[in-house]
Every structure is written in C-alpha cells, then in structure tokens.
C-alpha cells in the first residue's frame, strides 16, 4: 500500500524539469521503488502504478508518456540496450474471461521481460510474458503472445512478419 501511495504521490514529479533531465527523473524513479540504472534514460510523462516491480537496465531510453501498470508479484523488467517508442503501455494483469452476467472473470497476474536491445515502436501495448532480445515490435501493435528473439513482429495482435538478421 505505502508502494502505491509513494507512486500516486511522485507520478508528476518527473515532469517538473525539461524531457532532457534525465539524472532528476530517475532520482524521482527510485523515490518510486522502480530500479533504474545510472545510464538508462526516460523522458516526461512516465506513469507507473500498482504495487509491482520494475527494473530498468543500462542504456534503456523510455520515450514520453508511458504507462507501466505492475501488481503484487508481477511486475516489469527491461533489459540494457532496449529502446521504448513514446506513449507505449505495459500491463501485468488481465482477466479470464467470465459467465455472461460477468466477463471480467478472475483477475490473473504476469511479469512482462523485454529483451536485450529490443525496439518498441511508437504506441504499442504489451500484454504478454517475453519479447525476446533483438525483438523489433512494429508501431501500433498489440502483443499478446511472447515475441521470440530477433524477429519483427506488427499489428493487431502482433503476429512474427520477418526473422532479422543476426548482426
């Protein structure tokens, strides 16, 4: 509880200084209990909440206005070198489906991983578990099944287009 409080609390505070004061906003990041690198950089905007985890590598750059929403056990991790598109959102929860006077069924929990040197293009929704390293995510998308490495993977739902090479 105190976790989602100190969230609710300094979700603004990183919006204080110009996009490019990276060092002040991930002073505001760790008041949050996020783990973020000394080298990772994320620009105005960045929401998190719940109650969740999230740990952000080296040279991760996190572009404006994205949402992370973490729970319990659940949470976020993004590996050094990852590149994150502005506005793009990361969900750790969902529901199973339920009976007809109540679809939102059961809520169920899921940590998501993004891979090293990944690149999310611009307003993407992750819902899934893994995106593996290497991974492009087309802009737009929405994934719901992991990504495997070095693939680009687009659309709704995002569906493997291409394997990339290797180097």
């Not at 993004?78 to 199973?96: L, M, N, R, V």
């Not at 593996?132 to 737009?140: E, K, P, R, Y």
Request: with cysteine.
């Amino acid at each position: 509880m105190l976790l989602t409080f100190r969230r609710y609390l300094f979700n603004r505070w990183g919006d204080l200084l110009p996009s490019s004061c990276f060092a002040w906003r991930r002073f505001v990041l760790r008041l949050m209990g996020v783990n973020v690198k000394k080298t990772a950089r994320v620009n105005s905007g960045f929401r998190i909440y719940g109650s969740g985890s999230l740990s952000i590598e080296d040279d991760v750059w996190i572009g404006r206005n994205c949402h992370f929403y973490t729970i319990g056990n659940a949470g976020v991790k993004i590996e050094a070198g990852s590149e994150i598109g502005p506005e793009c959102a990361f969900d750790c929860q969902t529901h199973k489906i339920g009976e007809k006077d109540h679809r939102a069924g059961e809520c169920v929990h899921h940590g998501i991983s993004v891979g090293t040197g990944v690149w999310i293009g611009m307003r993407c929704t992750v819902l899934c578990g893994n995106i593996g390293s290497g991974a492009v995510i087309g802009a737009g998308a929405v994934v719901l099944d992991d990504v495997a490495e070095n693939v680009l993977a687009a659309g709704v739902p995002a569906v493997e287009k291409k394997q990339l090479g290797l180097n």
